[in-house]
């Protein structure tokens, strides 16, 4: 664990929870498991907060526990899934594009809250669509719950682990916290709840209008409170399934970059029909014959069988990797290497920062010293056709940086310089690890630098947003255009100026977060799946 990582843990923690959450997530990072009291003690919190600290981290995965044998109850935080807050936009975002506006809020809630009932995440996904349609208009239940069954059948959310049920003749005291079990069969098994009604909007008018106290409202209906259907069932985002779906889709991206649209549709076939039958962690897709790929093309997809399999022996045949052929039954079966396809794009994104750094002399090094394996620096010289003492200083500046290495291998065993060769080499392992780490720096700084623009023009924010409340409110009311404008006039033309440039800059540092984060999902899925295969 990184100081970069504690570092940027620390951040997304306290923007999304608040200091005391931060305080007992960054302790429990930096110190592993620990019991409640002892928590409680070495972070100057009282136990009450410590408490509450924690039900908000388990809520939201980021924090798991165990019984030991003496009966303690220890909590261990779970760092890697903070560092996942990062990507919420991009899982939000991709649901979007694949279930629209219904998917994209289903996501949002579960992602937020942690963990929710299906029944809830309905409801409170069907009055948020509600509010945002024109008057008269209504988001049925039903409509939202289909979204959410194929949320499900595609993996996208998953059942949280329950407390098993406890039979009457098991008599004695309680375990000190309960043991949570998941059942495999129904990780993605919907409850089937006939939840019937429309979204409601938040203010109606009629209501306002009768002048009843808020108080009041709601007594009407606790009374007569129907249970929960699927009470107890609670559900939360798959990230691992987002994960292989930003796999997916940059493999297919590469495809088409490197070779055209038809194989990079040929690829994205195959890795659909793979989707659920290949694990995420897998180094290979399962393999499919070229007859089941040709049934499966997307509808209105003119190739013919013979230009299917010519594009699938091009794809076999590339020195890349990405396809590779299993066998000669059913007119051939072919595998999608994903081990080599994710090496392949993380040793493209270190050639790609060698050249932003260095210049495209030296990613003509690197790419040279990564295709030769082991190079002295006189063959590095001759075969990159560069100066001997340019070449020296481009070695030495990417040594310094740590993206090559040099090894020793003397003839002698007093390992004098005269007599040993010095070879040049790329460790891709070690180069992807020491780019992620500067890649948890650099995410780290955009958020502090961000935080410090909002907080320089706090003053300026809370005036423009005071402004918009009191427009919204005179709009409501039918106020007269010469009002509105009497009133926007309070925020001077410098003042509207400057929230401008503030804008133009937040939002800056928000797409280098999302892109820096792109670079961390190739980088960390290959490290992963590189140690899977040692």
């Known amino acids: 664990m990184t100081q970069a990582e504690i570092k940027l843990c620390s951040l997304l923690l306290q923007e999304h929870f ?29 136990l009450d907060q410590v408490r509450k600290a924690l ?61 929710m009932t299906m029944s809830a995440v309905v409801k409170k996904v069907a009055d948020r669509l509600t509010e945002t349609m024109e008057d008269g208009k209504t988001m049925d239940y039903a409509e939202v719950s289909n979204t959410f069954v194929r949320l499900a059948d595609t993996h996208f959310v998953q059942r949280c682990p329950l407390v098993p049920t406890i039979e009457n003749s098991d008599l004695g005291p309680p375990p000190p916290a309960p043991t949570l079990v998941v059942n495999e069969k129904d990780m993605y098994l919907v409850p089937k709840l006939s939840l019937i009604g429309k979204g409601k909007r938040r203010r109606s008018s009629d209501e306002d209008a009768a002048g009843e106290p808020k108080a009041k409202r709601p007594k009407h209906t606790t009374d007569n409170k129907e249970p929960i259907p699927d009470d107890g069932i609670y559900w939360q985002a798959n990230l691992e399934r987002f994960h292989q779906h930003f796999r997916d889709q940059a493999i297919v991206s590469a495809v088409a970059n490197r070779m055209d649209q038809t194989s990079s549709e040929i690829v994205r076939t195959m890795l659909r029909m793979s989707e659920i039958t290949t694990p995420s962690s897998a180094p290979f897709t399962q393999p499919l014959s070229s007859n089941e790929v040709f049934r499966s093309l ?51 994104t270190l050639e790609s920062v060698v050249q932003e750094r260095f210049g495209s002399r030296c990613a003509r090094i690197f790419r040279l010293v990564l295709q030769k394996k082991h190079l002295e620096q006189k063959q590095v010289e001759d075969f990159a056709m560069i100066p001997a003492k340019e070449a020296k200083d481009m070695l030495y500046k990417m040594l310094s940086e740590n993206f090559i290495s040099l090894q020793e ?20 392992l070690s180069a992807a690890r ?62 509207r100026q400057q929230l401008e440039t503030l804008k133009r800059n937040v939002n800056k540092l928000d797409a280098s977060e999302i892109q820096v984060d792109e670079t961390i999902f190739l980088l960390e899925s290959y490290i992963e799946s590189t140690m899977k295969r040692q």
Not at 20 to 27: D, N
Not at 313 to 321: G, H, N, Q, R
Request: neutral net charge.
């Open 55 to 115: 039900c908000v981290l388990i809520q939201h995965n980021l924090v798991i526990y165990q019984v030991h044998k003496r009966g303690v109850v220890e909590y261990e935080a779970q760092c890697s899934r903070v560092l996942r807050m990062l990507r919420y936009p991009r899982y939000i975002y991709t649901t979007k594009t694949l279930y629209s506006d219904t998917g994209e809020l289903i996501v949002e809630e579960l992602l937020l809250n942690g963990k």
């Open 18 to 46: 608040g200091e005391i959450v931060e305080k007992v997530g960054v302790h429990l990072i930096r110190t592993g498991s620990q019991p409640l009291r002892v928590i409680a003690h070495d972070t100057g919190t009282s």
């Open 434 to 495: 020491m780019l992620l780490h500067r890649c948890y720096k650099s995410i780290a700084n955009l958020i502090e630098r961000r935080q410090f623009e909002t907080k320089e023009n706090k003053r300026l924010l809370e005036k423009s947003q005071r402004v918009e409340a009191i427009i919204a409110s005179m709009q409501a009311t039918g106020a007269e255009e010469a009002q509105l404008q009497e009133i926007e006039e309070m925020i001077t033309a410098p003042e």
């Open 409 to 428: 291998i003397p003839k002698t065993p007093d390992h004098a310089p005269s007599r040993t060769f010095y070879l040049y080499t790329v460790n891709v």
């Open 298 to 348: 997307p509808v209105g997809y003119n190739i013919s069988k013979q230009v299917l399999d010519q594009y699938l022996t091009l794809l076999a045949d590339d020195p890349l990797e990405f396809v590779g052929k299993s066998g000669d039954s059913g007119g051939g079966m072919y595998v999608i290497n994903l081990h080599k396809a994710l090496a392949s794009l993380a040793t493209a």
